[in-house]
């Protein structure tokens, strides 16, 4: 549609019943939770609607008002090799609110009797317990003291029945992220000595389910807004851009399982008993993944992740890691592993996403701790040897902690004391030297990996080869020297 035709105004289609709250108007949740309502409403008759809290005093929620809650969601990206290039119109939103502007109002919707489900993404930090937020704040600075005060609005209003409970599934990314909101809301219940019935209501008639979300959501696509803009008859300032790759993983019971209708929609959620296998596969094989490659990709010259797929070289090296080195040390069925890895290399091919290393390279050497650190050793505790990629991966980390390569800067972004301390530890003359004193720095690896027979002398060997050599002909004489 060209741009010179004028377009349609959104509006609010329907008035849904209000059965899910959610804290969060930002690009995730709307390109999340949204596309799950959608597709319950269209494949599963849920007949639900969203009401959409503003979390934060500067928001979106009058943009939201603006378009009647209804935006565009475009997924671009690839699926078993195959391109995939869809737009669907989300009509979920039926109402919002800015507690900062009506906070009655914002009370009001712990009323709304056929209310289920309450989601949330106030981003990591927003899950905290801020002893200066009181029960009379209009409202509240905290988003659990926010839910306190809505909670305590249904419980009243209810009479503390056990059928007024709800499910409350955060999707910050923390671990236990359900756990922690939980115990963040009973602080403040017992702060503002709102008594031991609500606590017990607390406790018994609502479900806290941990979760893990996964899905790229670039959001709004200011570097191509005409192309997008190009497709619609209809003007939309909050269009919002995805992967088509989804998951979501929830702790919970067969009674969740029945509320969110799941074989009646083709999105992979899964509920389980224990997510944490799940999140261990997503931190060592997506994120290890990006952790292990990203250092030697910009020494090699790369700039995005999608360019790791544009040099044998490098896609060599990315899939032998994972499937040679990191998948095999998971305790979790081979078949899953082997789909979930190919699933992240077309996520990582997808030519409509630039996820620039240097970004991914923030806070490497803390990320390399969590995320590939535990392959490494695991994989040498099952083999007694060393997994030679994972080894030229620490090199290669090592190096760019240097913060040169060939006379040219390297993004090293870290906090100031982590870069001072390799700035040092690269003033070492030896190689070897400098190489124990890196391996048995308890700070960042906590413990001294000195004890790991061989290590330091591989990595010092890499190290010394890069003297002289490219990156490629120092992983290939790395290989032939194990």
């Known amino acids: 549609m060209s741009n010179s035709v004028d377009k349609k105004v959104l509006v609010k289609q329907s008035e849904l019943p209000v059965k899910i709250l959610q804290f969060g108007e930002g690009n995730f949740l709307r390109a999340f939770i949204g596309e799950v309502v959608h597709q319950l409403n269209q494949k599963a008759q849920y007949?639900?609607?969203?009401?959409?809290?503003?979390?934060?005093?500067?928001?979106?929620?009058?943009?939201?008002?603006?378009?009647?809650?209804?935006?565009?969601?475009?997924?671009?990206?690839?699926?078993?090799?195959?391109?995939?290039?869809?737009?669907?119109?989300?009509?979920?939103?039926?109402?919002?609110?800015?507690?900062?502007?009506?906070?009655a109002a914002f009370l009001e919707l712990g009323k709304l009797p056929d209310l289920e489900f309450i989601f949330s993404n106030t981003t990591e930090a927003g899950i905290q317990f801020v002893a200066s937020d009181q029960f009379s704040d209009r409202p509240p600075s905290s988003f659990p003291a926010k839910l306190t005060r809505l909670l305590w609005e249904r419980f009243t209003h209810f009479n503390g029945s056990d059928a007024s409970g709800l499910h409350i599934l955060p999707c910050e990314l923390i671990n236990y992220n359900a756990d922690t909101l939980k115990k963040t809301v009973l602080d403040y219940a017992h702060l503002w000595n709102l008594g031991a019935s609500?606590?017990?209501?607390?406790?018994?008639?609502?479900?806290?389910?941990?979760?893990?979300?996964?899905?790229?959501?670039?959001?709004?696509?200011?570097?191509n807004l005409a192309f997008y803009e190009e497709q619609l008859d209809y003007k939309d300032t909050l269009l919002v851009t995805a992967e088509p790759f989804f998951l979501w993983v929830i702790e919970g019971n067969d009674q969740l399982k029945s509320k969110l209708h799941l074989d009646q929609i083709d999105l992979d959620i899964k509920v389980v008993e224990d997510l944490q296998p799940f999140r261990t596969q997503k931190v060592r094989i997506l994120n290890g993944a990006h952790t292990s490659t990203v250092p030697l990709a910009l020494l090699y010259?790369?700039?995005?992740?999608?360019?790791?797929?544009?040099?044998?070289?490098?896609?060599?090296?990315?899939?032998?890691?994972?499937?040679?080195?990191?998948?095999?040390?998971?305790?979790?069925?081979?078949?899953?592993?082997?789909?979930?890895?190919?699933?992240?290399?077309?996520?990582?091919?997808?030519?409509?996403?630039?996820?620039?290393?240097?970004?991914?390279?923030?806070?490497?050497?803390?990320?390399?701790?969590?995320?590939?650190?535990?392959?490494?050793?695991?994989?040498?505790?099952?083999?007694?040897?060393?997994?030679?990629?994972?080894?030229?991966?620490?090199?290669?980390?090592?190096?760019?902690?240097?913060?040169?390569?060939?006379?040219?800067?390297?993004?090293?972004?870290?906090?100031?004391?982590?870069?001072?301390?390799?700035?040092?530890?690269?003033?070492?003359?030896?190689?070897?030297?400098?190489?124990?004193?890196?391996?048995?720095?308890?700070?960042?690896?906590?413990?001294?990996?000195?004890?790991i027979p061989k290590l330091a002398d591989q990595l010092t060997a890499v190290l010394n080869d890069f003297e002289q050599n490219d990156i490629e002909s120092s992983y290939y004489k790395h290989l032939k020297n194990q």
């Open 47 to 103: 007949n639900g609607g969203i009401a959409v809290i503003q979390p934060i005093e500067q928001g979106m929620v009058s943009q939201l008002e603006s378009q009647g809650g209804a935006y565009t969601l475009f997924l671009n990206g690839l699926q078993n090799t195959k391109q995939i290039q869809e737009k669907k119109l989300i009509q979920t939103i039926v109402k919002t609110n800015n507690p900062y502007v009506d906070f």
């Open 198 to 223: 609500f606590i017990q209501w607390i406790e018994t008639a609502n479900t806290f389910c941990n979760t893990l979300v996964d899905r790229i959501v670039p959001g709004y696509p200011r570097e």
């Open 301 to 451: 010259g790369h700039q995005t992740v999608s360019d790791l797929f544009k040099s044998e070289f490098t896609q060599h090296f990315l899939e032998q890691t994972v499937r040679n080195e990191i998948a095999p040390t998971l305790a979790m069925d081979q078949t899953v592993l082997k789909q979930f890895t190919e699933a992240v290399f077309d996520r990582f091919k997808n030519p409509f996403i630039n996820h620039y290393l240097a970004s991914i390279a923030l806070n490497s050497i803390a990320k390399f701790k969590v995320r590939v650190l535990p392959s490494l050793l695991s994989f040498f505790e099952k083999t007694n040897t060393l997994p030679p990629n994972l080894v030229f991966s620490f090199a290669c980390l090592i190096k760019f902690y240097q913060g040169e390569w060939k006379g040219k800067q390297l993004p090293v972004q870290d906090d100031a004391n982590v870069v001072m301390k390799y700035k040092n530890f690269w003033k070492i003359e030896s190689t070897g030297e400098r190489v124990k004193e890196i391996l048995a720095d308890h700070a960042s690896w906590d413990q001294n990996l000195n004890e």
